[in-house]
């Protein structure tokens, strides 16, 4: 694929609409593009956070460990960022990420999303939007988990 088209991929994800194209194009030339199969682990939980993904196409799901095996917290679509939290909190992964249909995602390593953090405060308050609003999902989850448990 072109850079141009990258580029105009990127500018989709809305962590990435405040930035300049030209920082864009720097982005998707010092980015990874991959793709998965089916089934194909992009990483597991407990794995070192070296990079966040963005998705470009294809979907994911989001597996959680637990006693009776792995759990599908989320799945996650086009245009979505995964593999952040392990790079903000200096943790390892805080759960598996495999592909559910042919996938494609743009994989940015650690120093360089941290860098565009540091030039682009619009995508950090985009980040923490996209981490509010989890953490305002998995809160809700939580009290009908515990409401459904107690009845």
Known sequence: MLLKDEVGMLQRVP???GVE???LKLLAFTSDR???SAGEILFRQGDEGDAAYVILSGRADILVDSDSGPIKVAELVPNSIVGEIAILCNSSRTATVRAASQLEALR???DHFLRLMK???EMTIEILRVLADRL???TADLIDAR???SE
């Open 15 to 17: 962590l990435f609409s």
């Open 21 to 23: 194209p030209a920082k």
């Open 34 to 36: 991959v793709s998965y």
């Open 108 to 110: 940015i390593r650690k």
């Open 119 to 121: 030039e682009f405060p």
């Open 136 to 138: 305002s999902h998995t």
């Open 147 to 149: 409401s459904a448990n």
